[in-house]
């Protein structure tokens, strides 16, 4: 079945630490996401990716750090340099490039910082 | 101003009603309107989108849009327990590629 798979579920980080959260799809897409969702709270976006090799920042980039090396791939590297990572983060792509169609979305990852 | 707003909710309503959403965009190049479901714990998933203004159905649920108004809402008839979740509404500008979200209603059906 086609569709996105992010991992790990769950994920926990210590304090200085630098972690990277997976995200591929073989739905054919060219257009991939991340937002993050904090508790009681909306979707803000933090990466887009629309073609292989080339990505732009969305609201909330700091800390943050991406690569689109595969059409498939996505992954999201939350650095120290981001202080509150705490959240449930998604992995989204969308079949056309102007989101017309809307997105569909991983079933995310839950990161900690312990 | 954000530029995707929502009731804050909750929203509760007893089961068989009619469960009203509302949602208010700022933007007037916006050009694709959406409601996504999402479950406590999981992740959003798409049930109704809509480009035109007027109505649009699908089963119990119907989208209603006024450009004019900037405004988007989600009615859902007969509403179910499984209808419990939070709703989110979501605008694309036209050519900007990305979806903007508002913060979410939360709606309870109870039995």
């Known amino acids: 079945d086609g569709g996105i798979t992010q991992s790990p579920k769950y994920l926990f980080r210590k304090e200085g630490q630098n972690v990277t959260l997976s995200c591929e799809q073989n739905l054919n897409h060219d257009a991939m996401y991340w937002y993050r969702q904090d508790p009681g709270q909306g979707l803000r976006l933090i990466y887009y990716s629309q073609i292989v090799n080339d990505f732009q920042k969305g609201d909330i980039a700091e800390g943050y750090s991406v690569s689109r090396e595969k059409k498939e791939s996505f992954p999201l590297t939350v650095t120290s340099a981001q202080k509150n990572p705490t959240a449930f983060y998604l992995c989204?792509?969308?079949?056309?490039?102007?989101?017309?169609?809307?997105?569909?979305f991983g079933s995310g990852t839950r990161l900690t910082v312990v | 101003q954000k530029e995707v707003e929502q009731n804050s909710g909750p929203l509760s309503v007893p089961e068989g009603a009619i469960a009203s959403l509302n949602c208010t965009y700022s933007d007037r190049g916006s050009q694709s309107f959406f409601w996504y479901r999402q479950y406590s714990g999981k992740s959003p998933e798409l049930i109704m989108s809509?480009?035109?203004?007027g109505d649009k159905e699908d089963g119990r649920f119907t989208a209603q849009l006024n450009k004019a108004s900037q405004y988007v809402s989600l009615l859902i008839r007969d509403s179910q327990p499984s209808d419990s979740a939070t709703y989110l509404c979501a605008v694309t500008v036209t050519n900007a590629g990305k979806s903007t979200f508002g913060d979410g209603t939360t709606l309870t059906v109870k039995p």
């Open positions: 989204a792509s969308s079949a056309d490039n102007l989101v017309v169609y809307g997105y569909t």
């Open positions: 809509i480009y035109s203004n």
